[in-house]
Protein backbone atom coordinates (compact mmCIF):
# COMPACT_ATOMS: atom_id res chain seq x y z
CA UNK A 1 0.00 0.00 0.00
CA UNK A 2 1.33 3.34 -0.65
CA UNK A 3 1.24 5.62 1.93
CA UNK A 4 0.02 9.13 0.76
CA UNK A 5 1.44 12.32 2.24
CA UNK A 6 -1.57 13.11 3.68
CA UNK A 7 -0.98 10.13 5.70
CA UNK A 8 2.15 10.77 7.08
CA UNK A 9 3.34 13.07 10.76
CA UNK A 10 7.09 14.24 11.40
CA UNK A 11 8.49 12.62 14.19
CA UNK A 12 11.51 13.73 16.38
CA UNK A 13 14.50 12.44 15.63
CA UNK A 14 14.76 10.25 18.80
CA UNK A 15 11.44 8.39 17.98
CA UNK A 16 11.99 4.46 18.12
CA UNK A 17 9.27 3.98 15.42
CA UNK A 18 9.34 2.11 11.92
CA UNK A 19 8.23 4.67 9.24
CA UNK A 20 8.65 5.88 5.76
CA UNK A 21 11.59 8.47 5.68
CA UNK A 22 11.06 10.53 8.35
CA UNK A 23 7.19 10.27 8.99
CA UNK A 24 5.32 7.91 10.95
CA UNK A 25 1.95 6.20 10.61
CA UNK A 26 -1.35 6.99 12.65
CA UNK A 27 -4.06 5.02 13.63
CA UNK A 28 -7.77 6.64 14.95
CA UNK A 29 -8.94 4.22 16.87
CA UNK A 30 -12.71 4.32 17.47
CA UNK A 31 -14.90 3.24 20.49
CA UNK A 32 -18.68 3.07 19.95
CA UNK A 33 -21.69 3.32 22.09
CA UNK A 34 -21.88 2.24 25.91
CA UNK A 35 -18.11 1.63 25.69
CA UNK A 36 -17.50 4.21 27.95
CA UNK A 37 -18.80 2.38 30.49
CA UNK A 38 -16.18 -1.22 30.44
CA UNK A 39 -15.38 -2.14 33.79
CA UNK A 40 -18.82 -1.21 35.34
CA UNK A 41 -21.24 -2.61 32.10
CA UNK A 42 -21.80 -6.29 32.20
CA UNK A 43 -18.56 -7.45 33.39
CA UNK A 44 -19.65 -11.24 33.12
CA UNK A 45 -19.64 -10.49 28.74
CA UNK A 46 -17.18 -7.31 28.65
CA UNK A 47 -14.80 -8.01 31.80
CA UNK A 48 -13.04 -5.36 34.46
CA UNK A 49 -10.83 -3.37 32.11
CA UNK A 50 -11.81 -0.06 31.53
CA UNK A 51 -11.59 1.56 28.45
CA UNK A 52 -9.05 4.43 29.89
CA UNK A 53 -7.13 0.82 30.37
CA UNK A 54 -7.60 -0.17 27.04
CA UNK A 55 -6.35 3.25 25.82
CA UNK A 56 -3.45 3.36 27.32
CA UNK A 57 -2.70 0.13 26.08
CA UNK A 58 -3.66 0.79 22.85
CA UNK A 59 -1.05 3.93 23.14
CA UNK A 60 1.77 1.85 24.54
CA UNK A 61 1.47 -0.86 21.64
CA UNK A 62 1.46 1.61 18.85
CA UNK A 63 4.66 3.04 20.73
CA UNK A 64 6.06 -0.66 20.00
CA UNK A 65 5.16 -0.87 16.60
CA UNK A 66 5.54 2.92 15.51
CA UNK A 67 2.93 4.17 14.99
CA UNK A 68 1.13 6.91 16.61
CA UNK A 69 -2.25 6.25 17.93
CA UNK A 70 -5.31 8.55 18.86
CA UNK A 71 -8.47 7.18 20.94
CA UNK A 72 -11.72 8.41 21.08
CA UNK A 73 -15.26 7.39 22.02
CA UNK A 74 -18.52 8.26 21.23
CA UNK A 75 -21.86 6.87 22.74
CA UNK A 76 -23.60 8.74 19.35
CA UNK A 77 -23.51 7.73 15.48
CA UNK A 78 -23.63 11.33 14.12
CA UNK A 79 -19.64 12.14 16.15
CA UNK A 80 -18.46 8.55 15.01
CA UNK A 81 -19.60 9.67 11.07
CA UNK A 82 -17.51 12.90 11.34
CA UNK A 83 -14.59 11.40 13.06
CA UNK A 84 -14.10 8.37 10.44
CA UNK A 85 -14.99 11.58 8.19
CA UNK A 86 -12.34 13.66 8.98
CA UNK A 87 -9.23 10.92 9.69
CA UNK A 88 -8.09 11.34 5.74
CA UNK A 89 -7.98 15.23 6.28
CA UNK A 90 -6.49 14.62 9.65
CA UNK A 91 -3.55 11.86 8.39
CA UNK A 92 -5.08 8.63 9.72
CA UNK A 93 -3.42 5.97 7.88
CA UNK A 94 -5.92 3.08 9.13
CA UNK A 95 -8.71 3.22 11.64
CA UNK A 96 -9.34 0.60 14.61
CA UNK A 97 -13.14 0.57 15.44
CA UNK A 98 -15.08 -1.11 18.09
CA UNK A 99 -18.63 0.45 16.39
CA UNK A 100 -20.28 -1.94 19.77
CA UNK A 101 -24.52 -1.74 18.64
CA UNK A 102 -23.82 0.13 15.51
CA UNK A 103 -22.16 -2.65 13.89
CA UNK A 104 -25.24 -4.67 13.52
CA UNK A 105 -27.58 -1.24 13.07
CA UNK A 106 -25.58 1.38 11.02
CA UNK A 107 -25.57 1.38 7.06
CA UNK A 108 -24.17 5.34 7.79
CA UNK A 109 -21.24 4.11 9.07
CA UNK A 110 -20.67 1.38 6.51
CA UNK A 111 -21.19 4.04 3.78
CA UNK A 112 -18.50 6.57 5.51
CA UNK A 113 -16.01 3.91 6.06
CA UNK A 114 -16.16 3.04 2.61
CA UNK A 115 -16.24 6.79 1.63
CA UNK A 116 -12.98 7.35 3.29
CA UNK A 117 -10.40 4.73 1.07
CA UNK A 118 -8.94 4.07 4.26
CA UNK A 119 -8.07 0.26 5.89
CA UNK A 120 -10.38 -0.50 8.87
CA UNK A 121 -10.26 -3.60 11.26
CA UNK A 122 -13.05 -4.25 13.02
CA UNK A 123 -13.05 -5.51 16.70
CA UNK A 124 -15.60 -6.65 19.61
CA UNK A 125 -14.71 -7.99 23.15
CA UNK A 126 -17.17 -10.43 23.16
CA UNK A 127 -17.57 -13.36 20.41
CA UNK A 128 -20.68 -11.99 19.01
CA UNK A 129 -21.35 -15.21 16.79
CA UNK A 130 -21.72 -16.79 20.29
CA UNK A 131 -24.72 -14.28 21.25
CA UNK A 132 -28.21 -13.52 20.13
CA UNK A 133 -28.79 -13.93 16.54
CA UNK A 134 -29.63 -9.73 16.27
CA UNK A 135 -25.45 -9.21 17.48
CA UNK A 136 -24.31 -12.15 14.80
CA UNK A 137 -23.86 -10.05 11.54
CA UNK A 138 -22.10 -6.80 11.55
CA UNK A 139 -22.62 -4.00 8.48
CA UNK A 140 -18.56 -3.58 8.21
CA UNK A 141 -17.27 -6.70 8.84
CA UNK A 142 -17.18 -7.71 4.79
CA UNK A 143 -15.46 -4.16 4.15
CA UNK A 144 -12.74 -4.52 6.36
CA UNK A 145 -9.53 -5.31 6.23
CA UNK A 146 -10.12 -7.66 9.40
CA UNK A 147 -12.15 -9.05 12.00
CA UNK A 148 -11.31 -9.61 15.57
CA UNK A 149 -14.05 -10.96 17.91
CA UNK A 150 -13.92 -12.44 21.20
CA UNK A 151 -11.27 -12.14 22.69
CA UNK A 152 -11.96 -9.55 25.33
CA UNK A 153 -9.45 -6.14 25.35
CA UNK A 154 -7.02 -8.43 23.63
CA UNK A 155 -8.85 -8.19 20.56
CA UNK A 156 -8.15 -4.36 20.37
CA UNK A 157 -4.70 -5.40 20.57
CA UNK A 158 -4.82 -8.26 18.29
CA UNK A 159 -6.55 -5.69 15.63
CA UNK A 160 -3.89 -3.02 16.24
CA UNK A 161 -0.94 -5.82 15.27
CA UNK A 162 -3.11 -6.32 11.97
CA UNK A 163 -3.68 -2.95 11.03
CA UNK A 164 -0.06 -2.11 11.36
CA UNK A 165 0.84 -5.77 9.36
CA UNK A 166 -1.88 -4.34 6.69
CA UNK A 167 -0.23 -1.06 6.54
CA UNK A 168 3.09 -2.83 5.19
CA UNK A 169 5.27 -2.30 8.48
CA UNK A 170 8.83 -3.31 6.86
CA UNK A 171 11.17 -5.04 9.16
CA UNK A 172 9.04 -6.74 12.14
CA UNK A 173 7.10 -9.24 13.15
CA UNK A 174 4.41 -6.98 14.46
CA UNK A 175 2.27 -10.50 14.89
CA UNK A 176 4.02 -12.24 17.71
CA UNK A 177 2.95 -11.88 20.70
Known sequence: MRIRSAQRVRIAQSTPAWHYGEYILKILVL??????????????????????????GLVKLGSQL???VECTQHNSEA??????????AAGFAGILINPAAYGHTSIALR?????????????????????EPFRQHTYLSDIS??????FGPQS???GLRGLAERLGQPGQDCLHL
Not at 79 to 88: G, V
Not at 111 to 131: G, K, T
Not at 145 to 150: D, Q
Open 31 to 56: HGPNLNLLGSRETDIYGTTTLADIDQ
Open 66 to 68: GLT
Open 145 to 150: SGVVVG
Open 111 to 131: DALLSVQLPFVEVHLSNIFAR
Open 79 to 88: DLLKEIQRAP
Open 156 to 158: YFL
